[in-house]
């Protein structure tokens, strides 16, 4: 048959094109010369230039707090968005609710960035609120987007598990908060977690909507890294990208281990 | 709802203050409905509706010296309230050649980078979908991993890829190949937008093959059918919204792309969320960016409306 050796060939090469330049950037950021193509003996000096970067740490240190801010609010909010739209069947406005929850997900960038902008500084005008752009208005913009991401994952969650524990939870007597709390909680945590870590990942990578929404002063990573990308060539932002690819590679095998450990214990329970 | 029918028996004691504030919420009529929902229809009105609403507004200013640069649309002179609206933006998107090449070249762009990432995502798809059982988690976070590492990195990874001096040209060169230009130039674009949204391609896809029933292979097996031919009648139809979902997912947001057209792409490389990004930076020409928004979101709805169905589809078979 011929799809015996088609598909194996093509998903290699599939693969081969997914990490090559993967691999090849994480080689090269213990290139000791600072041409970032040409081999000339292993060196670690660019993870040392890294951490002497004041700007480049002050710029990560920014957008881990915004990623953790921003994740906490969109798991918060993306939650009871999944909690609506799986429970409540029918309410006025559905609709438009799920279209305004999901539309985020694929809108372009450069348009949510130029509208929230443009919000804001329409809000400071009238309003007087925010004052300036900086780290709240960033925050803002990254919650809203990554809402769409925890509800897409909450919601896939919410809509596979049994109801029955909930129905039993409430015949005992246990209102509906209670039985959110007690019950369904603890049932869908793992898509919690998984969503807050989206959510994280997402806010921590983007450029286009922070450099809209950002301030003088609120550079964050990746608009940091942009600049010196498009200098030119920077060995450091090599030395960067191998840190972020591990700190990433470890967490997603982590999940995968988990998940896969997880797996024989629910099936037998 | 539920205070309808109180239960016979007291509940137990703990239960009591859950109970209580949940009553006492509905004496002032706030149901429990309602908590749910205030909180993410708020924000989503005002940080996803209001901003497209005022992107509108704007798009129908001009642009003026001064904080904010634009013309205000109402304005009061001795009790009368007056409303300007220009609707000079909107006109030089269709008089001006760069704003139309741009939008032709971007929907050109994203269409040929979608097919080409579909024609490399539906065989991996189907390869994992599959591979063994304990294969297949593997395989799949393989393809999520790069997801997860930032987008912004593997665009600059690709850049030291196809660099003149870069990894493919010192591999050519071994061969005694004269080296090629490829950063720059739409070919890069197009390597760029495949590389980084095939995960998004190979997702759905994977989401549907792995759900076809083996039974359907073998019974068109059964009657004669070639596995091409299988393919084509069986396979093929059958995963057909996940190749919608997929291909939208990528063409979507490929259109207003703009990283990869600025890293990866030439001066020639037109792409519409680059002009519009230099519309606002550059230019400080805020209405004429908004109007170009305006211009992208009537694009890309038709594609949205289709993704939408798509993945009702791939969620619900």
Redesign the interface.
């Known amino acids: 048959m011929r799809r015996g050796w088609f598909l194996p060939i093509a998903a290699s090469l599939g693969f081969a094109f997914l990490y090559a330049p993967i691999v090849s950037l994480v080689i090269f950021s213990f290139n000791e010369s600072k041409l970032v193509t040409v081999w000339s003996g292993f060196s670690t000096k660019w993870y040392g230039e890294l951490f002497s970067d004041p700007q480049l740490l002050g710029a990560a240190w920014l957008s881990l707090q915004i990623a953790a801010i921003s994740a906490s609010i969109a798991l918060v909010l993306g939650t009871l968005a999944a909690v609506a739209l799986v429970r409540f069947r029918r309410f006025k406005g559905r609709t438009l609710f799920s279209g305004m929850v999901s539309a985020p997900l694929v809108m372009p960038d450069v348009i949510t960035g130029l509208a929230l902008l443009l919000l804001f500084v329409a809000m400071e005008s009238t309003l007087g609120w925010p004052q300036g752009r900086g780290m709240l208005t960033i925050v803002i913009a990254h919650a809203t987007f990554c809402t769409a991401y925890v509800c897409v994952v909450v919601q896939s969650r919410l809509s596979d598990f049994d109801r029955s524990l909930e129905e039993a939870a409430m015949d005992l007597g246990a209102s509906p908060l209670r039985t959110f709390f007690d019950i369904t909680l603890p049932i869908i945590a793992p898509a919690l977690v998984s969503g807050w870590l989206l959510g994280f990942t997402l806010s921590l990578d983007d450029l286009v909507i922070a450099s809209f929404v950002s301030g003088p002063g609120s550079s964050t990573l990746p608009m940091v890294i942009f600049s010196k990308v498009k200098l030119g060539v920077s060995p450091d932002v090599n030395a960067l990208a191998t840190i972020i690819i591990a700190i990433v590679a470890l967490g997603v095998l982590a999940a995968t281990i988990l998940q896969l450990r997880a797996r024989p214990k629910r099936a037998r329970g | 709802m539920?205070t309808a029918h109180e239960?016979t028996?007291?509940?137990?004691r703990r239960?009591r203050p859950?109970?209580a504030?949940?009553r006492r919420l509905a004496r002032v009529g706030i149901t429990?409905?309602m908590l749910?929902?205030i909180?993410?229809?708020l924000?989503?009105?005002v940080?996803?509706?209001?901003?497209?609403a005022?992107?509108f507004g704007?798009s129908l200013a001009t642009k003026q010296f001064g904080r904010?640069p634009y013309s205000a649309l109402l304005s009061t002179e001795e009790g009368t309230v007056q409303l300007t609206l220009h609707l000079s933006n909107y006109i030089r998107l269709f008089t001006d050649n760069l704003y139309v090449a741009a939008y032709l070249s971007s929907i050109r762009i994203a269409a040929i980078a979608t097919v080409i990432t579909l024609l490399?995502?539906y065989?991996?798809a189907?390869?994992?979908a599959?591979a063994p059982d304990r294969w297949r988690?593997?395989?799949l976070?393989?393809?999520?991993?790069?997801f997860?590492?930032?987008?912004?990195?593997?665009v600059?990874?690709?850049?030291?890829?196809m660099?003149g001096?870069?990894?493919i040209n010192?591999f050519l060169g071994l061969f005694g190949i004269e080296p090629l230009v490829m950063m720059q130039t739409d070919f890069a674009v197009y390597v760029g937008i495949v590389?980084t949204y095939?995960p998004f391609m190979i997702l759905p896809l994977y989401t549907t093959l792995v759900k076809l029933d083996t039974a359907l292979f073998e019974a068109s097996a059964d009657l004669g059918a070639r596995?091409?031919r299988t393919f084509l009648s069986v396979t093929l139809p059958l995963s057909m919204p996940g190749i919608v979902a997929g291909s939208?997912?990528v063409f979507?947001?490929a259109?207003?792309?703009?990283?990869i057209p600025?890293?990866l792409g030439g001066p020639g490389t037109l792409m519409i969320?680059r002009v519009?990004?230099d519309e606002?930076?550059t230019n400080t020409n805020?209405p004429r960016?908004?109007a170009v928004?305006m211009a992208?979101?009537v694009v890309?709805v038709v594609p949205?409306m289709l993704?939408?169905r798509a993945q009702s589809a791939v969620?619900e078979k």
């Open positions: 539920t239960p028996i007291p509940p137990p239960l859950w109970n504030v949940e429990g409905r749910v929902l909180a993410p229809v924000w989503l009105l940080f996803f509706l209001v901003p497209l005022v992107v704007i904010p490399i995502g065989p991996m189907y390869a994992i599959r988690n593997i395989l976070m393989l393809v999520v991993l790069p997860f590492t930032s987008f912004l990195l593997r600059y990874a690709l850049t030291g890829f660099r001096n870069g990894v010192q590389y095939l596995p091409a939208m997912l979507i947001p259109i207003g792309e703009f990283v600025s890293l969320g519009l990004w606002f930076f805020w960016a908004a928004a992208m979101l890309v949205i993704l939408q969620v």
